[in-house]
C-alpha cells in the first residue's frame, strides 16, 4: 500500500477520533491533563470552556481534510521516500496550523486586560 495514502488516512483518523473524544467529553475545569491546554486557553474559565469546544471543531475539520487528502493521494504514485517524507510533514503541520488558529481566535476572543 502506497504509505501516503496510509499515513495519511490513518493520521487524519486520529485526528477525528481525538477531536470527537474531545467534543463529546470535553473538560469541565481547568487542568493539567486533558484538553487544549495552553497557557491562553487557561487564563479564565471561559477561555477554558471556548477553547474546548473551538480546538474540538478544529482539530475533526483537521483530521477530515488529512482523511480527504490521504483518499486522493491513492492516485499519486512517487517513490517510498517522498511518501513518507510529503505524508509525514503534512501530518506534523497539521497540529501547528491548529494551534495557530485556536490560539489567534483565543486573542480576538479574550484579549489581555
Known sequence: MNPLVLILSSGGLIFLL???????????????LYGYR?????KSQESWDFAQ????????AMGTYIVTLGLFSW??????????GISL??????PLLMLLKVESELKKRFPKK
Do not use: E
Not at 469546544?53 to 475533526?60: E, G, I, Q
Open 18 to 32: 481525538a477531536g470527537y473524544i474531545q467534543h463529546r467529553f470535553p473538560p469541565k475545569k481547568i487542568n493539567h
Open 38 to 42: 495552553t497557557s491562553t486557553s487557561m
Open 53 to 60: 469546544r473551538y480546538s474540538a471543531k478544529k482539530m475533526m
Open 75 to 84: 492516485i499519486i504514485d512517487l517513490q517510498l521516500l517522498w511518501s513518507v
Open 89 to 94: 510533514t503534512i501530518v506534523t503541520i497539521a
